[in-house]
């Protein structure tokens, strides 16, 4: 559905992109792929919020680099130049804001975590945020200068839930933030359809909660 486009920071740098859905739709979503690199699920789901009425960004965070191997995806991850990866999140929030456009940013894992960060660096532009079983923001001081609401999906046979999710939705009241929590009795990994983890009922019934989510908060 989509085509692949070259999108330039405001530093002059270049970067991949996915995009997909209308340029008429008035509200557009940032997605963020794990740290797998773009694999064809990411660009999948872009697809799928296309058909729900948003235009779908997917950007590519590791320059055309993608694995299988768990091992090698980690050494990208620890070794990502954050400042770099920066540049491309405001250009991509900024390039999908652009004519007034409501935006929303999403991820799982590595992307959830980028996803957060990215709401962080633009937060007047940025008017919801959806993230699942990610490492969280827990700073309230950081999550004080949020615009928009977040809802955070997570994963109840990962060793540290509960906790993670009572740790950020005490920071986010401490922020005076509105978070919405959903949970699955499923792993991390479970909205992919590659991983061994995939549960195919707690995918569909998590992103039918990020699209009622996205529909009211982007409305109007």
Known sequence: ????????TAQGERFQAYLTGSD??????????EWWGVKPHNRQWADQFADAGYQALVVDLYDGRVTDDAE????????????ATDHKLIAAIEYLARDGRKIAVYGCSFGGKQAIHASL???ELVDATAIAYCRMETDPSKLANLQGP???IYAEQERNWPDKQHDFEQAMNEAGKQTESVSYDAAHGFTNPTSPRYDEAADRA??????????QKLAG
């Open 72 to 83: 090698q995806a980690a050494l990208w991850m620890r070794e990502i130049d954050q400042q």
């Open 150 to 152: 977040v809802l955070a």
């Open 1 to 8: 559905m989509g085509k692949e486009i070259e999108l330039t």
């Open 121 to 123: 660096l633009k937060p």
């Open 206 to 215: 998590a992103w039918q909660v990020v699209i009622n989510f996205l529909q």
């Open 24 to 33: 008429e739709s008035r509200s557009g979503i940032l997605i963020l792929h």
